[in-house]
T-cell receptor, first 114, second 112 residues
Framework: QKEVEQNSGPLSVPEGAIASLNCTYS??????FFWYRQYSGKSPELIMF????GDKEDGRFTAQLNKASQYVSLLIRDSQPSDSATYLC??????????????FGTGTRLQVTL | EPEVTQTPSHQVTQMGQEVILRCVPI?????FYWYRQILGQKVEFLVS????????KSEIFDDQFSVERPDGSNFTLKIRSTKLEDSAMYFC??????????FGDGTRLSIL
């Protein structure tokens, strides 16, 4: 069973701080990695995606991928109360592109406090 | 911005009844998916669909489930004889194939 593991949290950070969300995956050949944000009762909303080792930045968000350690993370700078949500890590299997199924982790609940 | 549209937003059905969940993927997308999320659990893959046929399905997607693209816009998930454990949020997603999947708002299915 190929797994995607996340700490369920909650991760509590003060407003303006950096939130660091982590994800590990078991299938070494996995190729594509995605972070989705999910507000309670809502659908997953794409935040970031990353395919290559290293960092990828988009506004306040940075995705980091380390394939050797099978580890992907999401950093949120200048955290805002509106960032409070569950962050889902999703992975696509080896030898496939972005068109393949996604395997999701259970998500990490982030709470940004005033 | 184009969106994946799902109807209805909430469906209440008696156990044993058939239910059809509807999705309109983004118009130029070629790959379509159904996922489900039982309350408090992770999002789980059900089935993927490309070129008018199923490309992959999970062990959840048994003979009670079927998918169809009856016309050029709709993509449906049918559950033939619903069980209590089918109660979940069902999400439709689509992609062109070289971009990440975009999800609809979901249908909350409640089986009584």
């Amino acid at each position: 069973q190929k797994e995607v593991e996340q700490n369920s949290g909650p991760l509590s950070v003060p407003e303006g701080a950096i939130a660091s969300l982590n994800c590990t995956y078991s299938d070494r050949g996995s190729q594509s990695f995605f972070w989705y944000r999910q507000y309670s009762g809502k659908s997953p909303e794409l935040i970031m995606f990353i395919y290559s080792n290293g960092d990828k930045e988009d506004g306040r968000f940075t995705a980091q991928l380390n394939k050797a350690s099978q580890y992907v993370s999401l950093l949120i700078r200048d955290s805002q109360p509106s960032d409070s949500a569950t962050y889902l890590c999703a992975v696509s299997p080896p030898n496939t592109g972005t068109a393949s199924k996604l395997t999701f982790g259970t998500g990490t609940r982030l709470q940004v406090t005033l | 911005e184009p969106e994946v549209t799902q109807t209805p937003s909430h469906q209440v059905t008696q156990m044993g009844q058939e239910v059809i969940l509807r999705c309109v993927p983004i118009s130029n997308h070629l790959y379509f998916y159904w996922y489900r999320q039982i309350l408090g659990q992770k999002v789980e893959f059900l089935v993927s669909f490309y070129n008018n046929e199923i490309s992959e399905k999970s062990e959840i997607f048994d003979d009670q489930f079927s998918v169809e693209r009856p016309d050029g816009s709709n993509f449906t998930l049918k559950i033939r004889s619903t069980k209590l454990e089918d109660s979940a949020m069902y999400f439709c997603a689509s992609t062109q194939g070289n971009q990440p999947q975009h999800f609809g708002d979901g249908t909350r299915l409640s089986i009584l």
